[in-house]
């Protein structure tokens, strides 16, 4: 007696679970966001992020939450994502933050600023440091909810027509750069230019420009920036780990049921891991492959690294004098780079100068 009455109430438990889990999948609703890329579609790393995360949300929602991703250009131009999502004009876009200086250099943080974090920091700093909290108080006054995806790690520091030996050589050189790295350079005398990465290759090889930086091998190689400029630098000091970001509408996020918020922030977080992995797995083989073609590596002067680093820092003093935003942010953001530039010294730095220098290659027999 009491055995079947216990299969009874098991097999009542049983029915409940199977029809719970469709009634809660039904109480969602079906919404479909357009999602406007900064990025051509040839880059699979940067442009696949997005899609990748789209594929996630999907996949959490059993269907019901819908992004599709558009290639830079497609239905809003590649710098101008932000006005759009701020317009609503699409409900979400995948960009550097950092592209949209011209409107506030505060902008710089959500990616990289010269001298700056390098991967882990950034997201420990937008985790664990108060960053997230600072940018989403900012981003609002644009109305916008930024989400960090995508880390693209140490960057390379471009390619260059002609060596560059003393920082006199910056002088008068047009150079595609991004961010606040272009503020940086031109107080040494350089002209930077902000192009979308899929305009680049034909503003180098008709001589528009002198020399330009994208992320780093893998994507350079794809770009074929090494048919037309042979210098290959190294590293690219203004992004020491560049972040990419989902903005989204704020009145749309805050719209979303409160379980699609989450899911769209967890798929954000994988597609930060799925970029940072892909670049780290794919830049060895594709940086052997570009000497292969004939790229010539070059590390910066430190001549020219000390120039530039004492030009970023006399910047943001500046503009963090006469902008209360910048200042807001820039203060304990540099109290925090402080603080892990102290404790990498220590263990990271340590470890790596060992193992990279060659001490950590096994004995020999």
């Known amino acids: 007696m009491e055995r079947r009455k216990f299969l009874k109430a098991a097999g009542?438990?049983?029915?409940?679970?199977?029809?719970?889990?469709p009634a809660i999948a039904q109480s969602n609703p079906e919404i479909k966001w357009r999602?406007?890329?900064?990025?051509?579609?040839?880059?699979?790393?940067?442009?696949?992020?997005?899609?990748y995360t789209a594929k996630r949300v999907a996949e959490m929602t059993d269907g019901k939450f819908q992004i599709r991703v558009f290639a830079g250009g497609e239905i809003v131009p590649a710098l101008q994502v932000l006005d759009a999502v701020q317009a609503n004009t699409v409900e979400c876009g995948h960009t550097a933050s950092y592209y949209y200086v011209g409107k506030d250099p505060t902008f710089a943080f959500d990616t990289a600023i010269p001298f700056g974090l390098n991967t882990r920091q950034q997201m420990a700093w937008q985790y664990q440091g108060g960053g997230q909290e600072l940018l989403r108080e900012f981003f609002k006054g644009y109305n916008t909810y930024n989400i960090p995806l995508g880390h693209t790690g140490s960057q390379m520091g471009g390619w260059f027509r002609k060596e560059i030996k003393t920082v006199q050589d910056l002088s008068g050189l047009k150079m595609r750069i991004g961010g606040f790295a272009g503020q940086v350079l031109s107080k040494l005398g350089a002209v930077p230019q902000q192009i979308p990465g899929g305009d680049i290759y034909p503003a180098l090889e008709k001589g528009t420009i002198d020399a330009a930086e994208w992320i780093g091998p893998y994507d350079d190689e794809k770009l074929g920036f090494y048919k037309v400029a042979k210098y290959y630098y190294y590293p690219g000091w203004w992004e020491g780990g560049a972040q990419l970001s989902m903005l989204v509408n704020d009145a749309q996020f805050q719209a979303l049921p409160k379980a699609y918020q989450q899911v769209l922030e967890t798929a954000c977080a994988d597609g930060n891991n799925y970029m940072l992995a892909k670049y780290d797995a794919a830049n060895p083989t594709a940086l052997r492959t570009l000497v292969g073609k004939g790229a010539v590596l070059r590390p910066f002067p430190r001549e020219v690294m000390a120039a530039c680093y004492k030009a970023a820092f006399d910047l943001y003093d500046e503009v963090a004098a006469k902008n209360e935003k910048f200042k807001k942010i820039y203060e304990p953001w540099k109290a925090f780079r402080e603080d892990q530039y102290a404790w990498f010294r220590v263990a990271e730095n340590t470890f790596d100068n060992f193992v990279y220098s060659g001490g950590g290659q096994p004995p020999k027999k």
């Open 12 to 21: 009542i438990g049983a029915a409940a679970t199977t029809i719970a889990a």
């Open 35 to 51: 999602c406007a890329s900064s990025f051509p579609k040839s880059l699979d790393t940067i442009f696949g992020a997005a899609e």
